[in-house]
């Protein structure tokens, strides 16, 4: 009973406060998406990753260990995924990258701090980093059917990440009004992107709502059974091991819906992919959650 108490307390936020995005949208009210999701990724989303890197206690060698868990996590799953989407014959361009790439910003942070506090945070931002460098550079070529991987180096994102790497590996911080104000700039990214999925969710279109339905429960499987392998294969501690698996578990990103609508990949059906894993992860990651603590 405590369990299932002090796992409903550490979702309920997450999933109340897109609930508000929602119902926002529902009752009629003006929501400027392109506005608050420019705000979030060039501006509260790269503070909140810098002042994260910098302050983070993390030990150097854990740090290490989780980066590479990481990659080997998201370069198994990528192989993986791209077997089965052509395996099932389904387009590439359009399931791939929703099938990789879960919502560890949106939906990955506010879990790993609600769950596991500051360390937690630390620890999923190193794997959203990561996460977010991939499906900027291998992600968008593989939806655009190719193009330069150089763009990946404009994104503020990136940026913010290797900086506060920088930092953190030099033990370097910066003053400290400087650092309250990026860290009251930061503080707005989590409920800021949790009440904007609430919003995005709320305007989708699902597309075939039986192949989604399907899609969602392998991916979920999938992502969750390839991130508890890696994760006890490079001996990570427990915090580590779960921030690790609930990252790579969280349903399709609504950046995926976005980036299908502008490359002309098959949108809808990544919407449907969307909605139906994001409802999935309501029940999903409680439970995946339970089974970690």
Request: hydrophobic letters at 60%.
């Amino acid at each position: 009973m405590n369990l299932a108490v002090t796992v409903l307390e550490i979702v309920a936020p997450v999933f109340l406060l897109a609930g508000i995005g929602f119902a926002w949208v529902k009752l009629g009210f003006e929501y400027r998406m392109q506005f608050v999701t420019q705000l979030a990724m060039t501006l509260s989303v790269p503070c909140l990753i810098f002042t994260s890197l910098m302050q983070t206690e993390i030990d150097p060698k854990a740090l290490t260990t989780l980066s590479a868990a990481s990659v080997v996590a998201y370069g198994g799953l990528t192989l993986v995924m791209l077997v089965l989407v052509r395996a099932a014959g389904l387009e590439t361009r359009t399931y791939t990258a929703p099938m990789i790439f879960g919502n560890t910003g949106n939906l990955g942070l506010p879990l790993a701090l609600f769950a596991f506090g500051e360390t937690g945070l630390g620890y999923a931002v190193v794997v959203f980093a990561i996460m977010a460098i991939w499906s900027f550079t291998f992600g968008i070529w593989l939806v655009s059917g190719g193009g330069s991987v150089l763009k990946v180096l404009r994104e503020p994102l990136v940026a913010s990440t290797l900086l506060g790497g920088l930092f953190l590996w030099q033990g370097w911080q910066t003053p400290t009004f400087l650092t309250n104000t990026l860290t009251l700039v930061g503080q707005l990214a989590i409920p800021l992107m949790l009440i904007t999925l609430g919003v995005a969710v709320a305007r989708l279109t699902p597309g075939r709502i039986g192949l989604s339905v399907l899609l969602s429960v392998v991916k979920l499987a999938l992502c969750a059974g390839i991130g508890w392998a890696v994760g006890l294969w490079f001996g990570l501690d427990d915090t580590a091991l779960a921030v690790l698996v609930l990252q790579v578990a969280t349903p399709v990103a609504v950046t995926s819906y976005l980036l299908a609508e502008k490359y002309g990949a098959d949108a809808q059906a990544v919407a449907g992919l969307v909605v139906v894993s994001t409802l999935l992860s309501v029940a999903g990651l409680p439970v995946l959650l339970a089974m970690l603590l």
